[in-house]
Structures are given as C-alpha cells and as structure tokens.
C-alpha cells in the first residue's frame, strides 16, 4: 500500500508525462495542419510524418505514466 | 493514406512474427514468463498504433470536411500501457513485469527501424 507521498509522486510523474505529450502533440498537430493548407496536395505524406511524430513523442509519456503505475502498486 | 496504413500492416507482421517468436520462447525454454511478458507487452504496443492509425483516419476526415479535428486518443493510449502493465503485476508468476514494458516498447523500436530502412532503400 502507498502513502500519500507514494500516491502524490505518481500523479505527479503522471500529470507531467501527459503535458509533455499534450504539448508535443500539439505542436506537431498545428504544423501539420499549417503544411496541409500551404500545400493540400502534400496532405498524404505530412500525415504519415505526423503518425510518426505522434508515436515517438508519446512513447516516453507511456514509460512515464507505466512507471509510475508500477511504483504506486509495489 | 495508403503510407500509414502501409506502416502498420508492416506493424503488424513484425508483431506476428514476434509472437510466434514468443510462443516458442514460452513453450521450449526455461524463460517462459519472460516470453509472455514480451508477447503481452509487444501486443498492447501495436494495439496502441492501431487505436493512433484509426484516430488519424478520422482526424484526415475532418480536416478534408472542414469540421473540427478529433482528439488523437492519447488517454486511451495511456490506459492500454496501464493495462498491460496491470495484468503483468496480477499475474506475476506468468508475466515478467520489465519484459512487458520492454514489450511495450518494441513496436516503437521497430517503426524507427523500418523508417530507417525506407529512407535507405530511397537512398
């Protein structure tokens, strides 16, 4: 069982991993976005970068938020 | 976006292919938690691309129709890392815990790699 220390770093650890990931979307998604009204015709290729991004930029978040899963439960 | 989806059925045969690996790891070597943690963790990683694949469809809907763009899913995505994780701690003596999460991880490594790859077949 977690004390309240244990319980507050995990949200802690939690809600910093989802701003990364929130703020990184975020930013990939609004230049992609511009990219796509500059050129429509490129809308294919800077989507598949975006994915790309998406999942690269989230991928530390999760080892984040799974640590922290995994400290509050030992 | 045939390049997306070209990526993940690539995705998807790895992860296969993975999973044969780790039945195998699971069935004939003394290190069978560990092959099942892989599996499992290897499994939620490209269920997380699947659930991304699917909200990019949609997001490319909207933006084509003008309407305001969906969310990319990241909670849900958050949620299956969790899930995976939790039913590894459940179930210790079948799941090793630091292989799942390396599991986890692997469909990442792999799309890095296959990037990789394309670039240099393009080059």
């Not at chain 2, 305001?68 to 995505?77: C, E, F, H, N, V």
Request: positive net charge; proline residues 3%; glycine residues 12%.
């Amino acid at each position: 069982m977690t004390g309240s220390i244990g319980l507050l770093a995990a949200a802690i650890a939690i809600g910093l991993g989802a701003l990364g990931a929130g703020i990184g979307n975020g930013l990939i998604v609004s230049k992609t976005v511009e990219g796509i009204a500059r050129q429509p015709e490129l809308r294919g290729a800077l989507q598949t970068t975006m994915f790309i991004g998406v999942a690269l930029v989230e991928a530390l978040p999760i080892i984040g938020v799974v640590v922290a899963f995994i400290v509050m439960n030992q | 976006m045939e390049d997306l989806h070209y990526i993940f059925a690539k995705q998807k045969k790895v992860l296969f292919f993975l999973l044969a690996l780790c039945v195998l790891g699971w069935a004939f070597t003394p290190y069978a938690s560990i092959f099942a943690g892989i599996g499992l963790g290897a499994f939620f990683g490209t269920y997380n691309f699947w659930i991304l694949v699917r909200r990019m469809d949609k997001f490319d809907h909207s933006i084509s129709e003008g309407r305001k763009a969906s969310s990319l899913g990241t909670a849900l995505r958050f949620g299956s890392g969790v899930a995976a994780v939790a039913i590894a701690m459940s179930l210790p003596e079948h799941f090793h815990l630091i292989s799942t999460v390396i599991g986890l991880m692997l469909p990442y490594i792999f799309l890095v790699i296959e990037r990789i790859v394309h670039l240099a077949k393009q080059h």
